[in-house]
């Protein structure tokens, strides 16, 4: 990493949109303050977000929500309705330029490309940050984020919200305490992508899509923000851009952070050697389109005493092989095994609901005389005011912090790779490269556009 001062790295990127110069600063409320937050992208997952925040039978127990962001005013306006009192911008920079004085900490709910560039230009002015899963949009960014909270000492937390839940506890105390033996297979499956109009992938009839007009009450090229130019297709806004890897990370990057969370901390998986398509059907769509179904191989090495594991991800309805030890009669839409050597795991597609794989009456009996917890539990297993008690300093600091969240993220977004190109990935973690395709190392960190670069002072 190269040495550069703060007020180098804040000027250089005043300079690239955000006009005042702004020495970060490490901010602390009391557990008796109310925190001033920001939100940036105030539809969708952005309303269920800060709406955590708020408590309608006692208001005085909510917190202050001080700006809203939102490149779309429809997208927003159920936000702006609520709080019509809130500052309301479209420009997260010109927000953060003009409030920062007035802001603790950020919300952070936009679609997957933008995740990078708001959270780097909050932390750089020391606010704290919420970000939605996944945490960013290629593993530079992932890596750079994790560098930058620590730079910056912010309190920063990934939306995965099953990470906050008991179940998840369970799981890695299940592992810790070798109630599962050597675990090396995992199973995880996920029915979506559905591509239906009221959801969240779309086939457009020809690609590239069709165009149409940009509506009134969107800033095109702020949705945009990082990625390259190119004419607007209701195809990628509102409800579309997971489908497009250019903004979004397909099924894999949108669930992989809740349903192959308790396995990658339980096992301390870290980053796979390597990721193979085991089935795909990558040839009927065209390269910068999601696929309609795959299944994955991830490697992962041995681990100190952890043998190595081997996982297999199954989308768009393709499930593993139903095991009669596993004593399910049919499988669920969604989930994930965990095979033990001495008892195996299952969840659903979020880690909350857990349990040991056992003959129900004698899980019955398991359940009625738990262990005692070892893991510090979150109290309403909420990721919101994990956060949130951490900025008070009334609580321990998130558990998916920036720097797990980065590392399950990474994981996730190798996968995403091996789709997209439907081929083996072999990837050298530590040097941050593919050594067996090197001509896909330019997607680890991708192009952007001017005055959207942000966190290559922290190399």
């Known amino acids: 990493m190269k040495s550069r001062s703060r007020r180098e ?27 001033n937050i920001a939100v940036i ?9 800060f709406t955590s925040f708020l408590n309608k039978e006692n208001p005085e127990q909510s917190e202050n929500i001080v700006a809203f962001c939102d490149v779309c005013d429809k997208r927003a306006a159920s936000a702006y309705e609520a709080l019509p009192e809130v500052p309301r911008f479209k420009d997260f920079r010109k927000m953060l ?63 995965n919200q099953g990470h906050s839940s008991d179940g998840i506890r369970r799981v890695k105390e299940w592992v810790d305490a070798g109630v599962t033996g050597d675990v090396r297979e995992v199973f995880a499956w996920f029915s979506g992508p559905e591509f239906k109009q009221d959801g969240y992938f779309l086939k457009p009839k020809n690609y590239p899509p069709q165009t149409s007009p940009v509506p009134g009450e969107l800033d095109w090229d702020l949705w945009l923000g990082p990625a390259l130019e190119r004419e607007y297709t209701d195809y990628y806004h509102p409800r579309f851009w997971r489908g497009w890897y250019d903004f979004g990370c397909g099924e894999l990057g949108d669930w992989a952070c809740h349903t192959l969370d308790a396995p990658f901390w339980s096992l301390d998986l870290g980053t796979p050697t390597v990721v193979e398509p085991e089935h795909s059907d990558r040839n009927q769509m065209p390269e910068q389109f999601v696929t309609n179904s795959s299944i994955l191989r991830f490697e992962f090495p041995a681990r100190g005493n952890n043998p190595p594991v081997i996982m297999k991800w199954h989308e768009g309805g393709l499930q593993p092989d139903n095991r009669p030890e596993w004593l399910m009669d049919e499988m669920s839409n969604n989930g994930m095994i965990m095979v033990g050597s001495e008892k195996s795991v299952r969840t659903d597609g979020r880690p909350n609901d857990s349990r040991l794989v056992m003959p129900e009456e004698e899980w019955k009996v398991y359940q009625e005389n738990p262990s005692e917890p070892v893991i510090p539990r979150i109290p309403d297993e909420s990721p919101h005011h994990e956060w949130l008690n951490a900025i008070k300093g009334s609580g321990p600091m998130p558990v998916s912090d920036f720097n797990y969240a980065s590392r399950l993220t990474e994981m996730a977004l190798m996968g995403v790779l091996a789709q997209r190109f439907d081929t083996r990935i072999e990837f050298d973690a530590k040097n941050m490269e593919i050594t067996n395709h090197t001509e896909l190392n330019q997607y680890l960190k991708e192009p952007v556009r001017k005055g959207w670069e942000y966190g290559e002072d922290l190399w």
């Not at 790295?9 to 009391?30: E, N």
Request: aromatic content about 8%.
């Open 97 to 159: 330029d003009k409030m920062h004085k007035d802001i603790d900490a950020v919300i952070i709910s936009t679609p997957d490309h933008t995740h990078f560039p708001a959270a780097m230009a909050s932390m750089q002015m020391g606010k704290h940050v919420y970000v939605e899963k996944p945490l960013a949009h290629n593993i530079w960014q992932l890596r750079t984020l994790s560098k930058a909270a620590s730079h910056y000492n912010v309190i920063a937390q990934m939306g």
């Open 9 to 35: 790295f804040i000027k250089k990127s005043s300079a690239l949109g955000i006009g005042t110069l702004i020495i970060p600063h490490f901010t602390r409320v009391s557990a008796n303050s109310k925190v």
């Open 41 to 49: 992208g105030a539809g969708g997952r952005g309303w269920r977000n």
